[in-house]
């Protein structure tokens, strides 16, 4: 059973930086590009970044452009996502995805929290 697990949130002040990260337990992420993306109460679940297999192509939306960076370790079997600057509207459940097999699973999810 495939099982992504995510880490790594938390509650920072504005301006602040946290690093998520995503793993997987019995399954080999390396072979799977890997999308982040986020939920925010009352609103609907938006795609922050994704990276491919290698790493070598990474995508993020306009919002969060400059200030996040996603990247792999394969030997590791985990994705991170390094977020800097972090605003309040940052605020929200951020889970990580991949499709495999015909099929879509997501993490269970980690809060981030940005608030003064």
């Known amino acids: 059973q495939l099982q992504l697990v995510e880490s790594g949130g938390g509650s920072v002040q504005p301006g602040g930086s946290l690093r998520l990260s995503c793993t997987a337990s019995?399954?080999?992420?390396?072979?799977?590009?890997i999308g982040w993306f986020r939920q925010a109460p009352g609103k609907e679940r938006e795609g922050v970044s994704c990276?491919?297999?290698?790493?070598?192509?990474?995508n993020y939306a306009d919002s969060v452009k400059g200030r996040f960076t996603v990247s792999r370790d394969n030997a590791k079997n985990t994705v991170y996502l390094q977020m800097n600057s972090l605003k309040p509207e940052d605020t929200a459940l951020y889970y990580c995805?991949?499709?495999?097999?015909?099929?879509?699973?997501w993490g269970q999810g980690t809060q981030v929290t940005v608030s003064s």
């Open positions: 995805y991949v499709s495999w097999s015909g099929r879509d699973y």
């Open positions: 019995a399954f080999a992420l390396e072979a799977y590009a």
């Open positions: 990276i491919s297999s290698s790493g070598g192509s990474t």
